[in-house]
């Protein structure tokens, strides 16, 4: 899934998006094909900011679920455990 929500990221960022900062000014505008359809840019950063977010929630799963292949006898989580850990990270 990370791969998948990485290539969201990237189109939304490149093509819909595609901020242009103004150096050396503190500042920038979006050229993207979002903003000329004048959609507020607090939109479109919250998007941005949920499809990073959802990358680090891919991550973490692949990552819980690598060790869980690893390891052995009393650290091994059941199933259970598994999903009530997998929701918990989907709400943070």
């Not at 973490?60 to 006898?73: A, E, N, P, T, W």
Request: glycine letters at 6%.
């Amino acid at each position: 899934y990370d791969k998948i929500f990485a290539s969201i990221n990237d189109v939304n960022f490149d093509v819909a998006v595609e901020p242009f900062p103004m150096f050396p000014a503190i500042g920038g505008y979006c050229k993207g094909i979002v903003c000329q359809w004048s959609v507020p840019i607090q939109y479109s950063f919250a998007t941005t900011l949920l499809l990073i977010g959802l990358i680090g929630f891919a991550i973490s799963i692949c990552i819980l679920y690598r060790h869980q292949s690893l390891v052995r006898g009393t650290f091994k989580l059941s199933k259970k455990s598994i999903i009530v850990l997998r929701t918990f990270l989907l709400i943070i």
